[in-house]
C-alpha cells in the first residue's frame, strides 16, 4: 500500500533551517511527483511547492521562492523540503503529499505531517 | 491567479441531514483538476472527490460532487458522526501550481 512517512517534529529558532524528509513506499517513486503544503495553527492548508521524482524538476510558491527548496533521492524513494530564514510565522505542519497530475490532477496521498515550531 | 472561495464558512447540522457545501473560483477551473479533501483535528487531508465528481478509493456513496466552471458542490447526503469536520477545495492551475479553498466546517448543531 502507498504510505508516505515523514521526519518527526522539529524546534528551531528564527534566522536557523528545517529540513524535513518524506519516504514514500508502495509505488513507484520516481512515476509521480510531490507536493508539500504547510497548515499554521487554526488556519487552512498553503501549498508551498512540488517536485517532480523522475526529473527534479521543481515549481516553488512565489511567497516562499528563495527559501525553500525541494529535493529527491530516487534511491531511497525520499523527498526533502529545506526551509532556510526561518520565522515565526514558519510555525506549521508541514505535510509531503503524492501529487498526481494525468488525466485527473490530485493529492491523492498524504503523510502524516511534521510539526515546526520556530522560536527563540 | 485563481481564487477559490468555500461557502458557508462554518456549517452546523445534525446526524442524517444533508450538508451541502459551495466552492467558487475566480476564474473557470477545469472539472478535472477539482479535487475535495477531508480534515479532521490532528489529521492529515484525506482526498474525498478528484475530477470534481469522481469518488477517491474507499469514500462512502454518501459523498458527492457536482459542478462545472467556477462553481462546484460537495454534498453529503446523510451525515454521520464521522463526517464532522473540515473540507477544502483545490484546483490545480499553472501559477501558482495549485491553490486550496479557505475551508468549510461541518461541525454537530
Known amino acids: 500500500q502507498v504510505q508516505l512517512v515523514q521526519s518527526g517534529a522539529e524546534v528551531k529558532k528564527p534566522g536557523a533551517s528545517v529540513k524535513v524528509s518524506c519516504k514514500a513506499s508502495?509505488?513507484?517513486?520516481?512515476?509521480?511527483?510531490i507536493s508539500w503544503v504547510r497548515q499554521a495553527p487554526g488556519q487552512g492548508l498553503e501549498w508551498m511547492g512540488w517536485?517532480?521524482?523522475?526529473?527534479?524538476?521543481?515549481n516553488y510558491a512565489q511567497k516562499l521562492q528563495g527559501r525553500v527548496t525541494m529535493t529527491t533521492d530516487t534511491s531511497t524513494s525520499t523527498a526533502y523540503m529545506e526551509l532556510r530564514s526561518l520565522r515565526s510565522d514558519d510555525t506549521a505542519v508541514y505535510y509531503c503529499?503524492?501529487?498526481?497530475?494525468?488525466?485527473?490532477?490530485?493529492?491523492?496521498?498524504w503523510g502524516q505531517g511534521t510539526l515546526v515550531t520556530v522560536s527563540s | 491567479e485563481i481564487v477559490l472561495t468555500q461557502s458557508p464558512g462554518t456549517l452546523s447540522l445534525s446526524p442524517g441531514e444533508r450538508a451541502t457545501l459551495s466552492c467558487r473560483a475566480s476564474?473557470?477551473?477545469?472539472?478535472?483538476?477539482l479535487a475535495w479533501y477531508q480534515q479532521k483535528p490532528g489529521q492529515a487531508p484525506r482526498l474525498l472527490i478528484y475530477g470534481a465528481s469522481s469518488r477517491a478509493t474507499g469514500i462512502p456513496d454518501r459523498f458527492s460532487g457536482s459542478g462545472s466552471g467556477t462553481d462546484f458542490t460537495l454534498t453529503i447526503s446523510r451525515l454521520e458522526p464521522e463526517d464532522f469536520a473540515v473540507y477544502y477545495c483545490q484546483q490545480y492551475g499553472s501559477s501558482p501550481r495549485l491553490t486550496f479553498g479557505p475551508g468549510t466546517k461541518v461541525d454537530i448543531k
Open positions: 508502495g509505488y513507484t517513486f520516481t512515476s509521480y511527483g
Open positions: 503529499a503524492r501529487d498526481v497530475l494525468m488525466v485527473y490532477a490530485m493529492l491523492d496521498y
Open positions: 476564474q473557470s477551473v477545469s472539472s478535472s483538476y
Open positions: 517536485i517532480s521524482a523522475y526529473n527534479g524538476n521543481t
